[in-house]
T-cell receptor, first 112, second 113 residues
Framework: GENVEQHPSTLSVQEGDSAVIKCTYSDSASNYFPWYKQELGKGPQLIIDIRSNVGEKKDQRIAVTLNKTAKHFSLHITETQPEDSAVYFCAARYSSASKIIFGSGTRLSIRP | KAGVTQTPRYLIKTRGQQVTLSCSPISGHRSVSWYQQTPGQGLQFLFEYFSETQRNKGNFPGRFSGRQFSNSRSEMNVSTLELGDSALYLC????????????FGQGTRLTVV
C-alpha cells in the first residue's frame, strides 16, 4: 500500500551540528520526493525536493539523498541554526496518482 | 504573487453541525488538494480537484466533500461534525494535477465541541 515511514519522530542537536532525518517509501514506482518544514502556526513549506532520476541534491546547508534500490531517502541539515527548529515532513508522490503521501514528521530542536 | 489563502483561520463548531472551508490557490494554479492534519494521524490526504473535477480521493467518510469553481477556488465541506474532526485543514495548490511542487496555505484550525 501507499506508505512513507519517517524516523526519528524527535531529534535534538547542538547548534552547529548536523541533523539527519530518514524516510522509506513502499511504492517502487514513486518518482518525486519533497521535504517540507512546518513552523508553529504555519502551513508546511517546501524546502527541497528530489526526483527519482537523481541521487543527491544540495541547496546551501540542506541536502537530500535518494537510494531507489533500498527505497530510502534522507534529509541532511549541516551547521544547524536556531531557526532550523521546526517539524520536518518527508513525502512521496506515487505514480498511480498525483497525490502526495507524507511521513509522520520529525520535530527538530536546536540546542543553543 | 499572493500565496495560497485559506479562510477562515479558526473555527469552532458544535457536534452535528456542518462546516465549509475555503481555499484560494496561487494565481494560475489549477490543482487544489486538501489535507487533514492531526497530532495522532499526521498529514492525511483528503482529495484533489483539478479543473472543477475531483481527481483523487483519500480514505475519508462521505461526510467530507469538496468542490472547485471555475476560478480554481475550492471549498471543502464536512457534515455532521464529530469531535474527531477537530484538526488543522490544509489546502495545497499546484499549477497542474501532474505537477510536483505543492504550495500550502496556513490552514484552517477547526475545533468541534
Amino acid at each position: 500500500g501507499e506508505n512513507v515511514e519517517q524516523h526519528p519522530s524527535t531529534l535534538s542537536v547542538q547548534e552547529g551540528d548536523s541533523a539527519v532525518i530518514k524516510c522509506t517509501y513502499s511504492d517502487s514506482a514513486s518518482n518525486y520526493f519533497p521535504w517540507y518544514k512546518q513552523e508553529l502556526g504555519k502551513g508546511p513549506q517546501l524546502i527541497i525536493d528530489i526526483r527519482s532520476n537523481v541521487g543527491e541534491k544540495k541547496d546551501q546547508r540542506i541536502a537530500v539523498t535518494l537510494n531507489k534500490t533500498a527505497k530510502h531517502f534522507s534529509l541532511h541539515i549541516t551547521e544547524t541554526q536556531p531557526e532550523d527548529s521546526a517539524v520536518y515532513f518527508c513525502a512521496a508522490r506515487y505514480s498511480s496518482a498525483s497525490k502526495i503521501i507524507f511521513g509522520s514528521g520529525t520535530r527538530l530542536s536546536i540546542r543553543p | 504573487k499572493a500565496g495560497v489563502t485559506q479562510t477562515p483561520r479558526y473555527l469552532i463548531k458544535t457536534r452535528g453541525q456542518q462546516v465549509t472551508l475555503s481555499c484560494s490557490p496561487i494565481s494560475g494554479h489549477r490543482s487544489v488538494s486538501w489535507y487533514q492534519q492531526t497530532p495522532g494521524q499526521g498529514l492525511q490526504f483528503l482529495f484533489e480537484y483539478f479543473s472543477e473535477t475531483q481527481r483523487n480521493k483519500g480514505n475519508f467518510p462521505g461526510r467530507f466533500s469538496g468542490r472547485q469553481f471555475s476560478n480554481s477556488r475550492s471549498e471543502m465541506n464536512v457534515s455532521t461534525l464529530e469531535l474527531g474532526d477537530s484538526a488543522l485543514y490544509l489546502c495545497a495548490s499546484k499549477p497542474i494535477s501532474e505537477g510536483t511542487e505543492a504550495f500550502f496555505g496556513q490552514g484552517t484550525r477547526l475545533t468541534v465541541v
